[in-house]
């Protein structure tokens, strides 16, 4: 492959965001490493609350962050958030509680977020187009969940400092690729204190949309339960499989990731442009999955389980991110829609750890937690079954502007 093309528009946003996506997930077992050699009650809940900063972040700055990606170029809001999230991260060096440390990790991350799948539209003329693309960055960025988890994993099992310079390292490296991003221009006209206003017009306009409405009931639904779930799961190996070592956890949970790297190459196939409202069906099938998972206390059991998780997570995940980030583009601005997303993922989010952290308080099994977080995630999967006849009437007609009735 030439120089050229591995640098290509669509490759260099590939692999800036799977470096960044790489060190934003090696941070997740830095923390738990960080914990747990800091002793305390509750750790598990410790994890939570500094998750919890991380994800306000979103919820916070959700009104102007995707106005800063649409006024400025994208390529640019990409080493911006780049540069925020290593600052974070330095700062462990100088002994900072990790929750302060890692809101701004979150809001580099924030600011990181609208840009990287913004430019996607930007770099594609069409659906199929932007389904491939999208494809390929959740192919490599679960990649990178997977590398991620697994290098967090063991370098933070016995020192943080080795985990802290891995991650400054990866982060400056997915800045310098920034530089081979296209810089297309913004819309200088933009102003910020109005677009904070317009926000939340924006937002109500969104879920106007039948299928952008679709899309954020399915990708929130999702996230709250995977972020959930990753928490949970380091509690309940310990206490389900005698699992304490953070290597052999990452290893586990990793697994994961393996299955949506699949899922990339299979979507494209089972949910093809025009059937993207298909993606709910594997929904339902992935949450059956993660409570039979919780219920039986066999090591290559829950491996397998948690394989096919990924893989069925994706294949939901993915095309609903193209249905969004369709509808959005013309709708309001491709910047604004991930903005829009982000808030309603992380502030849905923010509230399933809150229920989790209070079922931990409450002393709840771990196992009841686990198959509590799949019944959620069943509940919103079952309504957008009841919306799915819109959604295809939406799309036979292409009505951008198609309300719910």
Not at 372 to 392: C, D, E, H, K
């Amino acid at each position: 492959m030439s120089g050229r093309k591995w640098l290509s528009p669509i490759n260099a946003v590939v692999w800036t965001q799977f470096l960044s996506a790489f060190a934003d997930n090696l941070n997740f077992f830095l923390i738990v490493g960080m914990v747990n050699r800091a002793g305390g009650a509750n750790p598990d809940g410790t994890v939570a609350y500094i998750q919890i900063a991380f994800l306000l972040a979103y919820v916070v700055l959700a009104p102007v962050v995707g106005a800063f990606a649409d006024k400025k170029s994208k390529s640019r809001v990409l080493l911006i958030g780049n540069l925020l999230k290593g600052t974070g991260i330095a700062l462990l060096l100088f002994g900072l509680p990790p929750a302060i440390c890692y809101v701004f990790v979150g809001i580099g991350a924030v600011v990181y977020s609208p840009a990287k799948y913004g430019i996607l539209s930007e770099l594609t003329n069409s659906e199929s187009e932007l389904l491939k693309a999208n494809a390929k960055i959740e192919g490599t960025t679960i990649l990178a969940i997977l590398l991620g988890t697994v290098v967090g994993g063991i370098l933070a099992q016995n020192s943080d400092l080795p985990a802290i310079l891995t991650c400054l390292g990866i982060y400056a490296l997915s800045l310098m690729l920034t530089f081979a991003v296209p810089v297309r221009g913004g819309n200088p006209s933009i102003r910020y204190g109005e677009s904070a206003k317009q926000f939340l017009r924006d937002t109500a306009a969104l879920f106007r949309l039948r299928r952008a409405r679709f899309s954020l009931i399915g990708t929130a639904s999702f996230w709250l339960t995977a972020s959930v779930l990753r928490i949970a799961l380091v509690a309940w190996l310990p206490v389900n499989l005698g699992i304490t070592d953070t290597r052999d956890q990452s290893l586990i949970i990793g697994v994961t990731a393996v299955g949506v790297v699949v899922s990339a190459l299979l979507t494209p196939v089972l949910v093809p442009a025009g059937k993207l409202h298909r993606a709910y069906y594997y929904g339902i099938f992935m949450v059956l999955c993660v409570m039979v998972a919780s219920l039986v206390p066999s090591l290559w059991f829950t491996v397998s389980l948690l394989f096919v998780i990924g893989i069925l997570g994706g294949i939901f995940l993915i095309p609903l991110n193209t249905m969004l980030q369709e509808e959005g583009r013309d709708a309001i601005g491709s910047g604004k829609t991930i903005a829009v997303q982000n808030f309603t993922e992380q502030a849905l989010t923010v509230f399933g750890l809150t229920i989790y952290l209070a079922m931990s308080e409450a002393k709840v099994p771990i196992n009841l937690s686990v198959i509590g977080i799949g019944i959620v995630l069943l509940l919103f999967i079952l309504y957008l079954a009841t919306q799915i006849g819109r959604v295809q009437a939406a799309a036979r007609r292409g009505e951008a502007g198609a309300r719910f009735g």
